[in-house]
């Protein structure tokens, strides 16, 4: 299999949600630079994203959608209109300068990802895993639903079977909603019970084809490990994916502000190493994570994991450099950041509550991995949506 590919853009270095949004921190240009420190980012393995043309996005939003976030790029604000019916310019999804560009970034970096894997591979695209978008709005900080361009481009390229499977702490609403009773898409997403957007119910099979497993609080390493083992894999294994896309938010880590499952950031390594072997073509998406030191670091160890580089027990000087530079203005942890956060990549284990209390909500979803395949055929196969038109701006 060829190296893998790392997918970017400067355009995250210069773009904030700015004010007190909890994606006011920087996040993939702290990737790029913690990677390069480490000698983990060769010019051969790197790609800068292309910015997707507003009518690639169509393949999934409204035309008036994209319409609106173009309008609101331009204008540097919005209307109450437009706010209304589109979501723009509230306090979770504000109007910022880069409000269009930004997330045509991150669309073109997973189009791009889908066809770099064309014939095998593994691309990571940590600028990617906005799954909260839905066709008409924004939503969760989401503008763009680019693992649903994502997806909608590996079918356009013939892949029949694709599976995606997403632990971030919160669930994808919005790529559930684009996918269910789809045939050629397996969903398999692992979230924190109780919280936000409140949708994948153990009972939520979206029309058959999605697997949702809330979990409690204090989840940890062990938690996630047993649902990879017992449930994940199992599931990949029966369905044969042709392609798996991993969203792999970092806000399950227990630095992270936005929500309790207490895990390590070994627990997203393994998830991503696992996944590797289970299909030919593998795209690795970022996502949630709003602490700017546990998300960089975070996505680093998942690149060098997949990459096989040891990893270090102290960072060397100009690795610590990076984190150094990092603030967080206004959050308590921002004020004197633990020194593990700015001299460690790896997180020690946390493995969280006994994976007995998980065995009745996965015992009850293992119980529909008998046929699973064959019912996966049997569903509508034909795609719900027009594939994606094949247009992309380079990034500029
Ligand atoms: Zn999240």
């Given at each position: 299999?060829?190296?893998?590919?790392?997918?970017?853009?400067?355009?995250?270095?210069?773009?904030?949600?700015?004010?007190?949004?909890?994606?006011?921190?920087?996040?993939?240009?702290?990737?790029?630079?913690?990677?390069?420190?480490?000698?983990?980012?060769?010019?051969?393995?790197?790609?800068?994203?292309?910015?997707?043309?507003?009518?690639?996005?169509?393949?999934?939003?409204?035309?008036?959608?994209?319409?609106?976030?173009?309008?609101?790029?331009?204008?540097?604000?919005?209307?109450?209109?437009?706010?209304?019916?589109?979501?723009?310019?509230?306090?979770?999804?504000?109007?910022?300068?880069?409000?269009?560009?930004?997330?045509?970034?991150?669309?073109?970096?997973?189009?791009?990802?889908?066809?770099?894997?064309?014939?095998?591979?593994?691309?990571?695209?940590?600028?990617?895993?906005t799954h909260h978008a839905l066709p008409d709005r924004a939503n969760g900080f989401c503008y763009i639903n680019d693992p649903v361009l994502c997806l909608l481009r590996l079918r356009a390229l013939g892949m029949r079977r694709i599976a995606y499977v997403d632990v971030d702490a919160h669930h994808c609403d919005g790529v559930e909603a684009a996918f269910g009773g789809a045939g050629d898409v397996l969903m398999l997403s692992v979230h924190?019970?109780?919280?936000?957007?409140?949708?994948?119910?153990?009972?939520?099979?979206?029309?058959?084809?999605?697997?949702?497993?809330?979990?409690?609080?204090?989840?940890?390493?062990?938690?996630?490990?047993?649902?990879?083992?017992?449930?994940?894999?199992?599931?990949?294994?029966?369905?044969?994916?042709?392609?798996?896309?991993?969203?792999?938010?970092?806000?399950?880590?227990?630095?992270?502000?936005?929500?309790?499952?207490?895990?390590?950031?070994?627990?997203?390594?393994?998830?991503?190493?696992?996944?590797?072997?289970?299909?030919?073509?593998?795209?690795?998406?970022?996502?949630?994570?709003?602490?700017?030191?546990?998300?960089?670091?975070?996505?680093?160890?998942?690149?060098?994991?997949?990459?096989?580089?040891?990893?270090?027990?102290?960072?060397?000087?100009?690795?610590?450099?990076?984190?150094?530079?990092?603030?967080?203005?206004?959050?308590?942890?921002?004020?004197?950041?633990?020194?593990?956060?700015?001299?460690?990549?790896?997180?020690?284990?946390?493995?969280?509550?006994?994976?007995?209390?998980?065995?009745?909500?996965?015992?009850?979803?293992?119980?529909?991995?008998?046929?699973?395949?064959?019912?996966?055929?049997?569903?509508?196969?034909?795609?719900?949506?027009?594939?994606?038109?094949?247009?992309?701006?380079?990034?500029?």
């Open positions: 299999m060829p190296a893998p590919l790392f997918i970017g853009s400067e355009i995250y270095r210069r773009s904030s949600y700015g004010g007190r949004h909890p994606l006011a921190i920087p996040r993939v240009s702290t990737v790029i630079d913690l990677t390069r420190a480490l000698g983990w980012l060769p010019a051969a393995q790197y790609r800068t994203s292309p910015r997707a043309r507003p009518a690639a996005l169509t393949a999934f939003h409204t035309p008036d959608y994209v319409a609106a976030l173009v309008r609101a790029e331009a204008e540097g604000a919005v209307d109450e209109a437009t706010r209304d019916r589109h979501a723009l310019g509230t306090f979770s999804n504000p109007v910022f300068p880069e409000i269009f560009r930004r997330p045509a970034t991150g669309a073109g970096g997973v189009m791009l990802a889908a066809e770099l894997v064309r014939h095998g591979g593994i691309v990571h695209v940590p600028g990617g895993g924190e019970e109780r919280r936000w957007p409140f949708t994948g119910a153990l009972s939520d099979d979206a029309g058959g084809n999605a697997f949702n497993l809330p979990v409690p609080r204090g989840f940890g390493d062990a938690g996630m490990a047993a649902v990879r083992e017992r449930l994940i894999l199992p599931a990949l294994e029966a369905f044969e994916p042709e392609a798996i896309v991993l969203q792999s938010g970092a806000d399950g880590v227990t630095e992270d502000p936005l929500s309790r499952l207490e895990m390590s950031n070994g627990a997203h390594a393994a998830m991503a190493l696992a996944l590797a072997g289970m299909a030919p073509r593998l795209i690795v998406l970022g996502g949630g994570g709003y602490n700017p030191w546990s998300v960089a670091r975070c996505w680093t160890r998942l690149w060098g994991a997949l990459n096989g580089h040891p990893m270090p027990d102290r960072l060397p000087p100009e690795a610590e450099a990076v984190l150094e530079a990092l603030e967080w203005r206004g959050r308590a942890g921002g004020r004197a950041p633990p020194a593990a956060w700015r001299t460690t990549l790896a997180d020690p284990p946390r493995p969280g509550l006994d994976p007995a209390a998980l065995t009745g909500r996965i015992a009850a979803l293992r119980a529909r991995l008998p046929g699973l395949a064959e019912r996966m055929a049997a569903l509508a196969g034909a795609p719900r949506m027009a594939p994606p038109l094949p247009a992309m701006d380079a990034d500029r």
